[in-house]
């Protein structure tokens, strides 16, 4: 399974609803993904999982949302409108364009074998234009990530919130880079979404906080399920670290295309208050009221991809079986990730009665839980299909269910069943998802 198990994910997530190839009907943008009604749904879980963690359990991480669009001079002071670029290529026969640090060292297309242009620059962030008139005064550019629009808000916090040393704010986003994708689905794309915290700390405490952030957020990703032989942490030696960082440790996953970075973990020092601070104009230091003293904290930046962490669970969940002969495929999906908590199915979509009351006992259970309704086929084909999207429980209502009011559940991951009183459901369903 492990040869092309990329390929059976990518496969599943089209036959289920989970992602599409954007505008698939006009033969599809290249590097841009649609997350269908499931995967909409794995993907919000994601998000809400990582705010829970980040956030509401901790009393020191504040929310935001700035705006993807900002003042052109924020990225000049970053240095992204001076340094935000790629070295690329393009190729004179088939015009198809590829990133230099991913060409092998003969000057030879990957796609066609045709010969390669010098390498180039290309900055990567988007342009646009704010207004009704295309000049340079009016050029601004879709954000190519959302940390700016924390470290320009500094001041707000203080002035709002008047937080004490450690504390950090919190952010999920939409960014936008002008990349070439070498592939492998989702993990690259032109737009995705990022979450990040900027946690400002005192430059005497950067070194400890920063270690145990990597451990925390090591932790996260195994708490929700993925295997921890699957991940690992790779501190950035010196020659690759960002001019900004002191330190940086990526987490990374063992992907089929191979170990590639989730998430990155870096001490960002104090250049970012000082670049926008002395662009700006503005005291951007933090006063201390126990010392009497204002500085410039450092900046400890947890930064993670959506996308690549939807990625990242739906290959390690992905799981195959034989039973009675036939092939089962499974998502194993962690409870709190799951696109689907529980679905009610009829034994027998002939039976008015059966459906009826199998359609009440959905209808209640979307109260409490992600439930879905189900009779379009053969209650092992809606088994399977059930198991292939992770749902977590499957309630069947059958000719018995009329009579003594107790339905069948069936549990995901070992398919035991059990018969459970109809007027005890929902209480059943709570204390097996909340455990």
């Known amino acids: 399974m492990a040869e092309n198990l990329m390929e059976k994910v990518v496969s599943l997530c089209k036959r289920r609803g989970f992602i599409f190839q954007s505008s698939e009907i006009y033969g599809g943008l290249s590097n841009t993904w649609d997350y269908g009604p499931y995967g909409v749904e794995l993907k919000n879980n994601v998000k809400r999982a990582w705010w829970k963690s980040v956030v509401y359990e901790h009393n020191d991480i504040f929310g935001m949302d700035a705006s993807i669009l900002m003042h052109p001079q924020v990225w000049e002071a970053s240095g992204h409108v ?18 230099a640090a991913d060409l092998k060292k003969e000057n030879k297309c990957p796609e066609c074998g045709g010969q390669l242009t010098q390498a180039r620059p290309f ?9 009704p008139i295309e000049d340079e005064e009016n050029l601004i550019y879709l954000r190519p990530e959302t940390a700016q629009g924390m470290f320009v808000n500094f001041l707000n916090i203080l002035d709002s919130k008047h937080p004490k040393l450690p504390f950090g704010l919190a952010q999920i986003g939409k960014a936008f880079r002008n990349e070439i994708t070498p592939g492998n689905f989702t993990f690259r794309t032109c737009e995705f979404e990022q979450m990040e915290i900027e946690y400002f700390v005192h430059p005497k405490e950067a070194a400890k906080l920063l270690a145990e952030w990597i451990e925390s957020r090591f932790n996260w990703y195994i708490n929700l399920g993925i295997s921890k032989e ?16 002191l330190a940086c440790t990526d987490i990374e996953y063992n992907f089929p295309f191979g170990w590639s970075e989730l998430e990155g973990i870096a001490n960002r020092t104090d250049f970012d208050l000082k670049q926008h601070a002395q662009a700006s104009g503005k005291d951007l230091r933090f006063f201390d009221d126990s010392t009497k003293v204002r500085f410039y904290p450092y900046i400890i930046e947890p930064s993670g991809g959506v ?20 092939l089962r495929i499974v998502l194993k999906l962690h409870k709190d990730l799951a696109p689907v908590k529980v679905a009610v199915l009829p034994l027998l979509r002939n039976r008015p009665e059966i459906v009826e009351l199998a359609k009440k006992i959905a ?3 979307k109260k409490d839980f992600i439930t879905v309704y189900d009779d379009t086929g053969s209650i092992g084909k ?8 992770g749902t ?8 018995q269910s009329l009579e003594d009011k107790q339905v069948t559940v069936r549990q995901r991951d070992t398919m035991q069943q059990e018969r459970i009183s109809i007027d005890k459901l929902k209480e059943y369903l ?6």
């Open 82 to 99: 001076q340094s935000f670029f790629d070295l690329k290529s393009d190729c004179k026969s088939c015009k198809k364009r590829f990133k």
């Open 123 to 131: 900055n990567l962030m988007f342009k646009t234009h704010k207004g």
């Open 230 to 245: 699957n991940l690992r942490k790779r501190p950035h030696t010196q020659d690759e670290l960002a001019h900004y960082a």
């Open 307 to 326: 996308d690549r962490s939807v990625l990242a669970f739906l290959v390690d969940a992905y799981f195959e079986e034989k039973v009675k002969d036939d």
């Open 363 to 365: 209808q209640e259970l």
């Open 382 to 389: 809606l088994y399977r299909r059930q198991d292939e999207v």
């Open 392 to 399: 977590l429980y499957c309630v069947t209502v059958d000719v």
């Open 430 to 435: 709570k204390e097996k998802l909340n455990s």
